[in-house]
């Protein structure tokens, strides 16, 4: 993807950033999930969408953009591409096991959005339990016993991956 500045009166075009050295969970899912196309082809996949022309049609998207998406999506494990043809000439994208997990990153992202943009009785689009027909609760952060935790509740430590720098970074800061 690249974008467009203006810099010192003068357009220049820059590639985006990338992610794949850090050290970071979010940094490489971000690195793996690329653009903000990414996710809203995700979330078609998850409204039913199988095809190219499926997701052409919902998202109006560019068929280059959208081809090298899908792409994307396939070389990281997001969907599965799909034979459905009897000569190789229909193909479907699948979620994967990887890309049903993205789940609770789309309901989060909803979530937020429900409240901080729209507003609650605002909402675009209601989630509901299909056997209790029931709206779904929004997520929540909780500890072991189910109470909710708030940032102030949380301390990032050193994981088993952690590199020397996001150890140091880590580290306790002095007062």
């Known amino acids: 993807m690249l974008y467009a500045t203006i810099f010192c009166g003068r357009l220049r075009v820059v590639g985006?950033?990338?992610f794949s050295g850090m050290n970071c969970g979010i940094a490489q899912a971000l690195e793996a999930l690329g653009d903000w196309w990414t996710l809203l082809i995700v979330r078609d996949a998850f409204f039913g969408a199988r095809r190219f022309s499926d997701f052409e049609r919902s998202l109006g998207i560019a068929k280059n953009v959208l081809s090298a998406r899908l792409q994307h999506l396939v070389d990281h494990g997001v969907f599965e591409l799909v034979d459905?043809?009897?000569d190789g000439q229909h193909f479907e994208y699948h979620l994967s096991r990887k890309g049903e997990a993205l789940l609770p990153v789309l309901t989060a992202l909803r979530d937020?959005?429900?409240e901080w943009v729209f507003g609650r009785g605002n909402e675009p689009v209601i989630v509901k339990d299909r056997r209790s027909g029931r709206r779904i609760p929004r997520l929540r952060v909780t500890d072991v016993e189910g109470r909710e935790l708030s940032r102030q509740d949380l301390r990032t430590v050193p994981?088993?991956?952690?590199?020397?720098e996001t150890i140091r970074r880590l580290q306790p800061r002095k007062r």
């Open 159 to 164: 994981g088993p991956g952690a590199s020397p």
């Open 16 to 18: 985006r950033k990338r």
């Open 112 to 114: 937020w959005s429900d």
């Open 84 to 86: 459905v043809g009897s």
